[in-house]
C-alpha cells in the first residue's frame, strides 16, 4: 500500500513531467502545479501529457494568474488539462 505522498512506478517522462511541476519556482505554482500533477499524474494519456508539457513551458507569473482566476485564460491557450488545473486551484483556494 502507499501513502498519499508516493506515487506508483511512473515512467521516465512521467517523473521528469513530476519533477519540473514540483519544481516551478514560485512556491504558488509548485504547490498549484504540482500538487495537481502528482494526483494526476499516473492516469494522464499520451495526449494529456503532452498538454501538460506545453503548460509547463508557460510562465509562472501567467499560469498562477489564469490558475486562480485573477485573470481570464487567453483562449488560444485553453485546453481541457488546464481547465481542470484551474478548477481544482479554485476549489483549493474556496476552502
Not at 39 to 62: F, N, Y
Not at 67 to 91: F, I, K
Amino acid at each position: 500500500m502507499t501513502s498519499p505522498d508516493e506515487t506508483p512506478a511512473l515512467s521516465p517522462r512521467h517523473r521528469r513531467l513530476l519533477f519540473r511541476a514540483q519544481h516551478r519556482g514560485t512556491k504558488e505554482c509548485d504547490l498549484m502545479i504540482g500538487g495537481f500533477v502528482r494526483r494526476h499524474i499516473a492516469a494522464l494519456g499520451e495526449a494529456e501529457l503532452a498538454e501538460l508539457e506545453a503548460i509547463l513551458e508557460l510562465p509562472d507569473v501567467d499560469l498562477a494568474d489564469w490558475l486562480c482566476g485573477r485573470r481570464p485564460m487567453p483562449a488560444d491557450l485553453r485546453s481541457p488539462l488546464l481547465e481542470r488545473m484551474a478548477q481544482e486551484a479554485r476549489a483549493g483556494l474556496a476552502r
